[in-house]
């Protein structure tokens, strides 16, 4: 499609372009001028000489000598800056940690640089999820291009969507932006990325598809639904007619009657607009960060780029979340709606929803997203709600506040459904108990939770409320309870640390679920759209967490964690129940 | 005078003590920070004597530590290369060759080395500097030849 704004050039020149709509955009008119870098590099002189150059270049430069530091100042000033600039080999952190912690608590772009150029280190760069790998001594004509990446990745969070839906409903100021942007960067090199971006998209797609057991054929592509003006006015008048509280993507599909709209694409829309909800009423300000809500899909199958909607449950949700354990329950900041670069419209960040609900899925990317979809109070309302799948994630996307999004995306993920919905509001956080009776049998204890943990450990630690769901779920009802509590109580991000630690811990595991079958496989359990790789491999790893094994989890310093399944626990009946057979539940702490 | 200095700044680069970043080192150079280069090469003296030190010290243990040799030459290299330093950065490249073939009488030789080149360019450009600010404000900085 043609995009029709006509490119501005960066110069400014046009009002418009760059501006964000409400005002509080962090580009001004004379973009890339004013982007605010913010740069780490133990060392003193690279740092000056960095400083010097990126000022020339007319960005405004935040220095820090140390990750820690860093990391602090992106915590506190969320939306603060646009880029990171990182050096690989500092003495408190690694780069590449530090990368990885960026990417999946606020989703910055992220450039590395160091004098080393082996192909091994550029290569960690990638893989972690850079944007960019700068050899030392940077020279300046580097550095001037490094707007690039801020823009590209704003770019796919708006997603092509936009360029599609932007036309169609004229509404969006953003979308509108991205419009300009696009054609703006159409001369660039972006555009090539945006060729490349769309084909990892697609790729994820297809990964999505693959790994999604999806019984919707219709489903299994995983298409990105473009919710256009009038499709979201269904939705939300079915959503009103359910009633917040009560509307279930199985139900609003119904009610909303549309012709190829599947129950996971409505799920990742509601989850959305729960988020949306909340931001509006300033509540649950935990609620996923509209403003992380954009970038993601360009990152997506990195680590670090959590499904838009991950990363940015997570990082909006809580820097508590943060699997470095340094939750500091700030609840995160509603982005304003009128930021532009927020998700402020729905549409878009429906859409990347959409996206990256599935990429959660599969890339394991849901880890990352349990990892710091960990709230560190996990009160995830749970609601119970009816069997269908979609409640089951619907209710557990409750999780409030707090990343909950992310787990719901990997709950979704893992039952096939789409989007996780996000608690978004008025989910109640009842610790309702899941009911994996899908499977086998109900958890009317919390005993389930620990189950339910495990199950959906692999998505969202907790952040599976328990209930009934029997059908859909299919037995992954990840019952947040335990995990709330032990997280509340404690907490405890660090839990989750080792696991946040991680896609890489998440892979792992992947086989026992699906081998061992015990959550996912066995017995009517099987989740359905379990994101394959992640969902297995998270399983694989909570269940051993939850104390099945008991052993992680003691390792993990979640004495906590431990010592409420052991109440909760029932002996090891609570195992078979479940049927995860596929686990040894020999262990099971009582 | 001026073009004493310009000389002398040509030689440098002639002799190989200097190469390409310094000159960016000058573009950086403006009003608001006139003495933006010396100001960074100072930097990197005292940052750089804390770097010299660990590696001096390493170099003494024994057996030698090379990973530890190497990650400090890492860093000194980095910071060697972003003045521009030229002689500096091939020892230090040296000296990493020798630590992956874990030579440590080739490190130590190296070493010495590096500190002699260290020192030279410490001088030139401390007399370069001074005759800069002399000079007054330059202009913008021109390519080496």
């Avoid at chain 1, 989703?107 to 944007?131: E, F, N």
């Avoid at chain 1, 670069?341 to 394991?364: A, K, L, M």
């Avoid at chain 2, 910071?79 to 009488?105: D, H, L, M, P, W």
Wanted: charged share 25%; with cysteine.
């Amino acid at each position: 499609m043609h995009l029709e704004v006509n490119p501005v050039p960066f110069a400014g020149s046009t009002a418009s372009s760059w501006k964000s709509g409400g005002g509080g955009g962090v580009v001004s008119d004379q973009f890339p001028a004013g982007l605010r870098v913010l740069v780490v590099d133990d060392d003193p002189t690279c740092l000056r000489i960095l400083e010097k150059m990126l000022r020339n270049c007319l960005y405004e430069v935040t220095k820090c000598s140390r990750a820690e530091v860093a990391l602090k100042l992106l915590r506190d000033n969320k939306d603060g800056f646009d880029v990171v600039i990182s050096d690989v080999h500092m003495p408190d952190m690694d780069g590449f940690k530090l990368l990885e912690h960026i990417g999946l608590e606020m989703d910055l772009p992220v450039i590395m640089m160091s004098a080393d150029d082996s192909k091994r280190v550029v290569m960690k760069g990638v893989t972690h999820g850079a944007c960019d790998y700068l050899i030392k001594p940077v020279r300046m004509e580097a550095l001037k291009n490094i707007w690039q990446h801020v823009i590209r990745r704003k770019k796919h969070e708006w997603g092509d969507h936009n360029e599609k839906d932007v036309e169609q409903s004229g509404s969006v100021e953003d979308g509108e932006r991205q419009q300009k942007q696009l054609s703006e960067n159409d001369d660039y090199s972006s555009s090539a990325n945006e060729g490349s971006c769309k084909n990892s998209k697609k790729r994820k797609n297809e990964d999505e598809e693959g790994g999604e057991r999806d019984e919707d054929s219709s489903s299994s592509k995983k298409q990105r639904v473009v919710w256009t003006t009038e499709l979201h006015q269904q939705f939300v008048t079915a959503v009103n007619q359910l009633g917040i509280d009560k509307a279930v993507p199985k139900k609003i599909l119904d009610l909303m009657n549309v012709q190829g709209l599947t129950r996971e694409n409505v799920a990742s829309h509601l989850q959305k607009y729960r988020l949306y909800l909340r931001r509006l009423s300033g509540q649950h300000h935990n609620g996923i960060g509209n403003s992380f809500m954009g970038p993601t899909d360009a990152t997506f199958g990195q680590l670090t780029s959590v499904n838009g909607l991950d990363l940015q449950s997570l990082a909006s949700s809580s820097s508590q979340l943060s699997p470095l354990g340094r939750s500091t329950n700030r609840t995160p900041v509603s982005v304003p709606l009128n930021d532009p670069r927020n998700i402020f419209s729905f549409e878009s960040p429906n859409i990347r929803f959409v996206h990256g609900q599935q990429q959660q899925q599969h890339n394991g990317v849901n880890r990352g997203n349990l990892l710091h979809g960990i709230p560190t109070n996990m009160n995830m309302p749970i609601h119970p709600h009816s069997s269908q799948s979609n409640s089951l994630l619907t209710q557990m996307v409750q999780p409030p506040q707090q990343r909950n999004q992310i787990f719901n995306d990997g709950v979704f993920g893992q039952n096939g459904i789409d989007g996780f919905a996000p608690a978004y509001t008025s989910i109640p956080q009842p610790s309702s108990v899941v009911d994996f009776s899908r499977s086998q049998r109900t958890f009317s204890t919390p005993v389930n939770n620990n189950f339910g943990i495990a199950g959906l450990a692999s998505s969202n630690k907790g952040m599976l409320p328990q209930h009934d769901i029997g059908s859909e779920i299919n037995g992954f009802v990840p019952t947040c309870d335990v995990f709330t509590d032990v997280n509340q109580n404690n907490n405890r991000t660090d839990d989750w640390g080792f696991q946040s630690v991680g896609p890489t811990t998440f892979e792992a595991p992947q086989h026992l679920n699906v081998q061992s079958g015990g959550l996912v496989n066995n017995s009517n359990l099987v989740p359905q759209n379990i994101p394959s790789d992640s969902l297995s491999r998270i399983r694989g790893e909570r269940l051993p967490d939850v104390g099945f094994q008991n052993s992680l989890f003691s390792d993990q310093d979640d004495d906590l964690l431990s010592t409420y399944i052991k109440q909760n626990h029932q002996d090891g009946s609570f195992d078979n129940e479940f049927g995860f057979d596929g686990y040894p539940l020999d262990d099971l702490p009582v | 005078m001026q073009r004493q200095l310009a000389t002398m700044k040509q030689s440098l680069f002639d002799q190989g003590y200097l190469d390409e970043q310094f000159v960016q080192l000058e573009e950086l150079q403006d009003e608001v920070n006139p003495n933006f280069v010396e100001e960074v090469v100072t930097l990197y003296y005292r940052d750089s004597v804390r770097l010299v030190q660990n590696l001096e010290q390493a170099l003494e243990k024994n057996p030698l530590d090379f990973s530890k040799l190497d990650s400090y030459m890492h860093q000194f290299k980095g910071s060697s290369s972003s003045i521009g330093a030229k002689k500096v950065k091939i020892e230090c490249t040296q000296f990493r060759e020798y630590c992956r073939t874990g030579n440590g009488e080739g490190c130590k030789r190296t070493f010495q080395q590096l500190k002699k080149e260290y020192a030279t360019l410490k001088k030139k450009l401390e007399v370069y500097f001074q005759f800069a600010r002399q000079v007054g404000p330059v202009e913008k900085a021109r390519r080496p030849k």
